[in-house]
């Protein structure tokens, strides 16, 4: 497939969840706050490889809004997401958004769910969105996916937030959300 050809297919991965291991707190997740605290799934790896075999682009769309709120440092995640792409050479881009939100005078049109992240890539990468996915395992990502018009794929961790938007699967891990694509995919 040349570059310019609007067929390209990609799978949208979120970050801490689906990636990697968030850090539970209160039943909620929370995104590593240091290289010691981060680590990939065991299943990534392979499925991501499955998915770059099965001719997707690999983009990361990740929220880090701990920088704009000046709970993390921005080198932070940048050594974080250097040692995730040294682990996932099939990674493609990463499109991040460091913006706090509204509460903190940071409003943007980038951090999920609003489609920025998504909409940036499809255009630099001559993506089209309507034969894409989105893996997520937070109703930011699955909101963020029907408003961009992908197909949503969620991972059920457990969280106790409760979704808005209906996924078109939900899945245990990210060995089953890669299933659920490739099998969807070749329909």
């Known amino acids: 497939m040349g570059k ?15 990636l990697n291991r968030a850090v539970i707190r209160n039943g909620e997740p929370h995104p590593p706050s240091n290289l010691n605290e981060f680590e990939l799934y065991e ?16 983009v990361v769309i990740t929220n880090q809004p701990d920088v704009g709120r000046g709970a ?5 995640v940048e050594a974080m997401n250097l040692k995730m ?35 940036r890539a499809a255009h630099e990468l001559n993506i089209n ?28 961790r457990g969280y106790k937030e409760k979704l808005r938007e209906s996924p078109d699967v939900t899945a245990a891990n ?6 659920a694509i490739l099998r969807d995919a070749s329909v």
Not at 134 to 143: E, F, K, L, Y
Not at 174 to 179: L, P, T
């Open 174 to 179: 990210f060995k089953d959300a890669v299933g």
């Open 43 to 58: 299943d990534v790896a392979d499925g991501c490889a499955r998915l770059k075999a099965a001719g997707f682009l690999l």
């Open 129 to 156: 969105l309507g034969k894409s996915y989105v893996i997520g395992d937070r109703w930011r990502d699955i909101d963020c996916a029907r408003a961009a018009g992908c197909r949503a794929i969620f991972i059920q």
């Open 4 to 18: 310019y050809e609007i067929n390209l297919r990609a799978v949208f991965l979120d970050h801490d969840g689906v």
């Open 72 to 76: 993390q440092s921005r080198e932070a």
């Open 85 to 119: 792409q040294s682990a996932l050479p099939q990674l493609d881009r990463i499109e991040i958004c460091y913006h706090g939100g509204e509460p903190y005078g940071q409003p943007c049109d980038c951090r999920k769910p609003r489609t920025g992240l998504i909409l």
